[in-house]
């Protein structure tokens, strides 16, 4: 099978077109558009909270963005796959707030990204109920187990990674190299993306002490390891 200029226009292009009309027809947009709107938001707070992330905060909207219009388009299996690279920024972003001698070694010497969810997990107890204590000292109140979110944290980017690295029963197993329509994957595509915005939500919301926003608290409530007294 080969390509052509054509080609690239009738079996792609058209394709995709007509696929998203499909997906925007067939497909309740309600929740995504509320709590991109959050994320939007959660974007403007941080440059005001602090600037020199907004870097790292506008290629984590450009690739929500980016996820949303290649899921509408079709394209199910890059769109999960997209949810990996944003939770690892958006994790980063709150960890180089705390470490800002680590920020500036890693933007100055362009340092490997290699602080990894898990890494940050399990080497830097990263928001985990004792971590939580140190900025939210009531963590034991809204937090339904002790060390939920972490453990959700470390569960969502198992499954994103098990996406990334091709594990069989995440694999799309599509019949033929047609682009098709399917609602089924919409609809995981799109479970993932509320997990990624939901648990980056909650990190967020206790960090920056952020809770007169009720579609903020929905957000990040949708994971249910966190229960706010609104």
């Known amino acids: 099978m080969s390509f052509q200029k054509r080609q690239m226009e009738t079996d792609l292009i058209e394709k995709v077109a007509s696929l998203q ?3 925007l027809e067939n497909c309740d947009f309600t929740k995504i558009l509320k709590y991109l709107n959050v994320f939007l938001n959660i974007h403007e707070s941080i440059d005001e909270e602090d600037s ?3 870097k790292l905060w506008n290629d984590i909207i450009a690739d929500i ?6 899921g509408i388009s079709g394209f199910y299996r ?4 997209s949810m990996r690279s944003i939770l690892e920024m958006a994790c980063v972003s709150f960890y180089y707030y705390d470490h800002k001698v680590e920020y500036h070694m890693f933007v100055e010497n362009d340092l490997a990204a290699d602080k990894y969810v ?6 830097y107890r990263f928001f985990t109920s004792n971590y939580i204590h140190y900025f939210a ?3 034991d109140d809204i937090e339904v187990s002790n060390n939920a979110i972490a453990n959700k944290l470390k569960k969502i980017y198992k499954d994103q990674c098990d996406v990334v690295h091709g594990r ?6 599509a019949d033929g190299l047609s682009i098709k329509y399917d609602k089924i994957l919409f609809d995981k595509f799109e479970r993932m993306l509320m997990e990624t915005m939901s648990i980056v939500s909650v990190m967020y919301i206790l960090r920056f002490n952020k809770r007169d926003d009720k579609s903020l608290l929905e957000l990040a409530e949708y994971i249910k390891v966190v229960e706010f007294n609104e």
């Open 118 to 123: 898990s890494t940050l997990v399990n080497d």
């Open 21 to 23: 009309a499909e997906t």
């Open 78 to 81: 890059i769109a999960m796959i």
């Open 137 to 139: 000292d009531d963590i």
């Open 52 to 54: 020199e992330l907004t």
């Open 168 to 173: 069989y029963k995440n694999l799309l197993k």
């Open 65 to 70: 963005l980016g996820a949303i219009y290649t």
